[in-house]
């Protein structure tokens, strides 16, 4: 099973703290048949040890990608999965990395996806902050006697069942949508909250939890451009209304 893998996924690594765990990322990545790995502002240079840890995937290393920010680093992404163990006062759509939607599967493999699949700190994870910008929780179903896994064992596993969703012929590829970026959504939430504070109905030192309600309300219904405009031509009428 050698198939050469064409989606946009980009495999990305939050404030990394070790340079091996970086090599051995790149060679999971490039075991799955991926290519891509970004890191965002990793606490250590990719040093010796990461090649040595990498082996025959020194490529995906020289062509890591480093981003200076959470957001930038999502902001050109319609698909965002992040792992994570973490509690949520929130619920969030939430997956077994084996028992991902078929919805999600066959947006996975669609050319019209840019895909990210995030990894959290080796210390303390993804904030909940970070957690609630992306569309897709994922969970590995460890014991609940010993859950920590190192990240290179992590995106190993979730690498495998991406992979197998790629090899998965019964899998429909998803074309229809034409998906907005997270940049776009963010705008788009940017302006319904100016529009909701211009109408009295969200207060942002008193109503804490509305403007995360709605982001996730936004991440689930995962926009196309199409209707993108329309809620944002909406929304502007909204305002000219209000001057």
């Given at each position: 099973m050698n198939k050469k893998n064409n989606i946009d996924i980009e495999f990305i690594l939050v404030e990394p703290s070790h340079s091996g765990?970086?090599?051995?990322?790149a060679r999971a990545i490039k075991n799955m048949g991926f290519e891509k790995l970004a890191i965002v502002k990793p606490?250590?240079?990719?040093?010796e040890e990461a090649f040595h840890r990498a082996k025959s995937a020194k490529d995906i290393l020289e062509n890591a990608v480093i981003y200076e920010s959470f957001d930038q680093a999502i902001e050109e992404k319609n698909l965002i999965l992040a792992t994570?163990?973490?509690e949520r006062t929130i619920p969030w759509p939430t997956f077994y990395i084996?028992?991902?939607?078929?919805e999600?599967?066959?947006?996975?493999k669609s050319e019209k996806t840019k895909?990210?699949?995030i990894f959290g700190r080796e210390d303390n994870g993804l904030s909940n902050e970070e957690l609630q910008k992306c569309h897709i929780h994922l969970v590995i179903p460890t014991s609940d006697e010993y859950s920590s896994l190192n990240l290179s064992h992590a995106l190993q596993l979730v690498a495998f069942e991406i992979r197998k969703i790629y090899l998965d012929n019964n899998v429909p590829i998803s074309e229809e949508k034409d998906l907005v970026s997270n940049l776009e959504n963010e705008k788009l939430l940017e302006h319904l909250m100016e529009v909701l504070k211009k109408i009295d109905f969200y207060d942002p030192k008193s109503s804490k939890q509305v403007k995360t309600r709605i982001e996730r309300l936004i991440k689930k219904i995962?926009?196309?451009?199409?209707?993108?405009?329309?809620?944002?031509?909406?929304?502007?009428?909204?305002?000219d209304f209000e001057k």
């Amino acid at each position: 099973m050698n198939k050469k893998n064409n989606i946009d996924i980009e495999f990305i690594l939050v404030e990394p703290s070790h340079s091996g765990n970086i090599g051995a990322c790149a060679r999971a990545i490039k075991n799955m048949g991926f290519e891509k790995l970004a890191i965002v502002k990793p606490r250590k240079t990719i040093t010796e040890e990461a090649f040595h840890r990498a082996k025959s995937a020194k490529d995906i290393l020289e062509n890591a990608v480093i981003y200076e920010s959470f957001d930038q680093a999502i902001e050109e992404k319609n698909l965002i999965l992040a792992t994570s163990a973490r509690e949520r006062t929130i619920p969030w759509p939430t997956f077994y990395i084996d028992e991902i939607s078929e919805e999600i599967k066959g947006e996975l493999k669609s050319e019209k996806t840019k895909s990210a699949i995030i990894f959290g700190r080796e210390d303390n994870g993804l904030s909940n902050e970070e957690l609630q910008k992306c569309h897709i929780h994922l969970v590995i179903p460890t014991s609940d006697e010993y859950s920590s896994l190192n990240l290179s064992h992590a995106l190993q596993l979730v690498a495998f069942e991406i992979r197998k969703i790629y090899l998965d012929n019964n899998v429909p590829i998803s074309e229809e949508k034409d998906l907005v970026s997270n940049l776009e959504n963010e705008k788009l939430l940017e302006h319904l909250m100016e529009v909701l504070k211009k109408i009295d109905f969200y207060d942002p030192k008193s109503s804490k939890q509305v403007k995360t309600r709605i982001e996730r309300l936004i991440k689930k219904i995962r926009l196309d451009k199409m209707e993108m405009g329309i809620l944002r031509g909406f929304l502007s009428k909204i305002i000219d209304f209000e001057k």
